[in-house]
């Protein structure tokens, strides 16, 4: 099975943290947020990946392409550039990547459409965004989706609120949460699964498609977008408060969403330059159209 991530915005809002970076290349830790959301597919067995590229395309084939000299210890001649040792130690992921051209003003219904050729007409495959991580269950996400028989399933969050929530009685408070998840109303989380032998009716090569209002508002009306729920860790890094949030979860071993376990490094790290306060606001999420349950 087939998981296709959108690459190929431009992430202007989050643009203070690294100028030269696309925002699915910034790093948690030691490697690219795309890196950690793939680790989550492969830990349940999802393991060829299609990545819909766009902004910067370059700098996602440079990081894969020399992906092997990056994590391991490498001894080279240079009289004899061809002559490359890679020691051992390091073990590779196995993984399938097809990095596609999408064009770098493209949509993402028509990202979807451009990869079609990758991905064939029969069968499921997976979809999410190259800017967020959770900790969802693939496997339970996947038998959702068959049991209901949808064209289309969403995975829908309740994501943090960036402020305390409080219970006031006249002059007192009763109840007070840090940070709680929002107490009504369900976002569009990524995650999506989609039957390939139907979801291509509503899609089309259009650069201007966008797939959350056309394509899954049809799915919707249809009652085809079925809505898969989940109540775990779910965090996009929309600005540079997430994106220093994100960090910070990873440093200090608690991310919820590294289901596969491997430990921070403990080697500092180079950051990305300073973050400019007058960019630190949380961007609204869309909300989802009416799904079925």
């Known amino acids: 099975?087939?998981?296709?991530?959108?690459?190929?915005?431009?992430?202007?809002?989050?643009?203070?943290?690294?100028?030269?970076?696309?925002?699915?290349?910034?790093?948690?830790?030691?490697?690219?947020?795309?890196?950690h959301i793939m680790k989550l597919y492969a830990h349940y067995g999802v393991d060829d990946f299609v990545l819909c590229l766009g902004y910067k395309s370059w700098l996602f084939k440079e990081w894969f392409l020399n992906y092997r000299a990056m994590?391991?210890?490498?001894?080279?001649?240079?009289?004899?550039?061809?002559?490359?040792?890679?020691?051992?130690?390091?073990?590779?992921?196995?993984?399938?990547?097809?990095?596609?051209e999408?064009?770098?003003?493209?949509?993402?219904?028509?990202?979807?459409?451009?990869?079609?050729?990758h991905l064939g007409d029969t069968g499921t495959f997976l979809l999410t965004y190259g800017d967020g991580v959770a900790d969802v269950d693939i496997r339970a996400l996947l038998d959702f989706h068959e049991?209901?028989?949808?064209?289309?399933?969403?995975?829908?969050?309740?994501?943090?609120?960036?402020?305390?929530?409080?219970?006031?009685?006249?002059?007192?408070?009763?109840?007070?949460?840090?940070?709680?998840?929002?107490?009504e109303g369900s976002v569009n989380g990524g995650f999506f699964v989609f039957d390939a032998a139907r979801i291509w009716d509503y899609v089309s090569d259009d650069p201007n498609l966008v797939l959350e209002r056309g394509p899954l508002q049809a799915l919707a009306d249809q009652g085809e977008l079925a809505a898969y729920r989940h109540d775990g860790f779910w965090q996009p890094m929309d600005t540079p408060r997430e994106f220093r949030e994100l960090n910070e979860l990873w440093d200090s071993g608690r991310a919820p969403?590294?289901?596969?376990?491997?430990?921070?490094?403990?080697?500092?790290?180079?950051?990305?330059?300073?973050?400019a306060p007058a960019a630190?606001?949380?961007l609204p999420h869309s909300r989802l159209p009416s799904v079925a349950p």
């Not at 998981?3 to 490697?31: F, N, Y």
């Not at 080279?76 to 590779?92: C, N, Q, S, T, V």
């Not at 949808?150 to 408070?173: C, L, N, Q, W, Y």
Request: net charge positive; proline share 10%; glycine share 8%.
């Open 147 to 183: 049991r209901k028989g949808k064209v289309a399933t969403v995975t829908v969050v309740r994501p943090p609120s960036r402020f305390g929530e409080m219970a006031i009685d006249g002059d007192h408070v009763r109840h007070f949460t840090e940070k709680p998840q929002i107490s």
């Open 257 to 275: 969403w590294n289901v596969w376990k491997e430990r921070p490094s403990l080697v500092p790290r180079a950051r990305p330059p300073s973050l």
């Open 71 to 100: 994590l391991s210890d490498v001894t080279l001649d240079l009289a004899r550039p061809k002559e490359i040792a890679f020691h051992p130690g390091y073990e590779p992921e196995n993984w399938r990547v097809t990095l596609a």
């Open 1 to 35: 099975m087939k998981a296709v991530i959108l690459c190929g915005g431009q992430g202007t809002r989050i643009r203070s943290v690294d100028e030269l970076l696309p925002k699915p290349m910034l790093p948690i830790g030691e490697r690219p947020i795309v890196w």
């Open 102 to 117: 999408t064009g770098t003003e493209t949509m993402t219904g028509g990202r979807l459409s451009r990869v079609r050729r």
């Open 280 to 282: 630190d606001r949380a």
